[in-house]
């Protein structure tokens, strides 16, 4: 018998703090800020991470990107919840909205940058059957949206560098959703 997981409040919001199922309001989950990438909430905690799977929601403002361009050696899937946003993909841009649902096989380059007038939401899901590596390419078009590296790195703290980090805290600017 699967044990239920031990919830804990923190300043950011409920995390997992033990292995386990677990129901949480997303609402009441830990969130992250960044200054420049906007809101994400990841829904596992630190303390019992995924094994399998991981999940984001993302919110990211007009104009500014989801984080760097990039390829890993794991699926990801995507789906705008609200808004509209431009997925940089293999070097191609494809505008998305509300609705539009964005499959990455493993090694496929992507990244998305906010458009419209206001916020996206992106429901994020990514396998992590494979513990690999992640190459941040240079790209004419990710660089275009302020998403490129100038030049190809493994390492994420030098695709990083540059940005202000992960805090935690709540988005204030997320569009109307059911869970609000």
């Given amino acids: 018998m699967v044990e239920e997981a031990r919830l804990e409040q923190r300043p950011e919001g409920l995390v997992a703090a033990t292995e386990g199922w677990f129901v949480v309001n997303v609402a009441d989950a830990a969130w992250v800020q960044n ?3 906007g809101a994400a909430c990841i829904i596992e905690g630190d303390d019992a991470p995924f094994s399998e799977m991981g999940y984001t929601i993302g919110v990211i403002k ?3 990107p989801s984080g760097m361009y990039h390829r890993e050696e794991n699926q990801e899937d995507f789906l705008v919840l609200a808004g509209e946003c431009l997925l ?4 191609e841009e494809r505008p998305l909205r509300t609705g ?10 992507h990244i998305f ?18 513990p690999g590596a992640i190459v941040y390419p240079r790209n004419e078009a990710a660089l275009r949206h302020g998403a490129g590296v100038e030049d190809e790195t493994t390492k994420p703290p030098e695709a990083y560098a540059r940005f202000p980090k992960w805090q935690p805290g709540r988005p204030h600017d997320v569009p109307p959703l059911p869970w609000r």
Avoid at 88 to 91: F, T, Y
Avoid at 113 to 130: H, L, Q, T, Y
Wanted: hydrophobic share 35%; charged share 25%.
């Fill in 100 to 109: 539009d649902f964005v499959h990455c096989p493993p090694e496929t380059e």
């Fill in 113 to 130: 940058v906010g458009a419209g007038d206001g916020p996206c939401v992106i429901f994020m899901a990514g396998s992590r059957r494979k």
């Fill in 35 to 37: 200054d420049f990438f």
């Fill in 62 to 64: 007009p104009g500014r």
């Fill in 88 to 91: 940089v993909v293999e070097g």
